[in-house]
């Protein structure tokens, strides 16, 4: 008994082939029905005492910052043109200005902050714009030296030494934690769900 097959049946068997390249397709498990799912529920009460929470720790650690005068203007100067290193960086894939960038964004959140931290955040914006090149560099550009380390690793610890010793006139304005802690306390009962 021999069968025949027509064109069509031969194409239906190729298409067959490059849709499973030869090997057996897995199958897919079956969602569960929608009424075994048991969403999660927030408390509306958790939510509410979360964001005023943070509000109020917001506000008080903005209070606190400004009457230091922050330097808005330098920082912003900086950022104005690592952000002219980054777009053509980003656009045209030049690692290169990704160096120059990083760097000087760093430092404008450092420059930013400078009279709040006694210029650990200037110590500290430079270790973290040369972080920002090593995970900018691996993840866009490949790159597999770790070279930024060297620099950021000692800047950060000199910006250590340099917190230590300005540690009591940091804590000598009064209660400086206090903010931080309610911020801290609202993201957790934020961030906390019941499960039913």
Known sequence: MQSEYTEQDTEHARQAERSSAGRQTQQLPSMPPKDTIAPAHSDGRNNLAALALIGLGVLLLLSRVAPLHLEFEGGMVLLTIAGCFLFFAFWK??????????ILAGLSVGVTFADVTQGVSVLWGLALGFLTILFVGRAMFNLRSHWPIYPA??????????????????????????????????????SGRRTA
Do not use: E, H, K, M
């Open 93 to 102: 894939r030049v690692f290169g200005l990704v160096i120059p960038g990083c």
């Open 153 to 190: 690793v000692p800047l950060f610890a000199v910006g250590i030494i340099v917190a230590a010793t300005n540690l009591p006139a940091f804590f000598a304005g009064g209660l400086v934690w206090l903010p931080v802690l309610l911020i801290g306390l609202g993201i957790y009962l934020g």
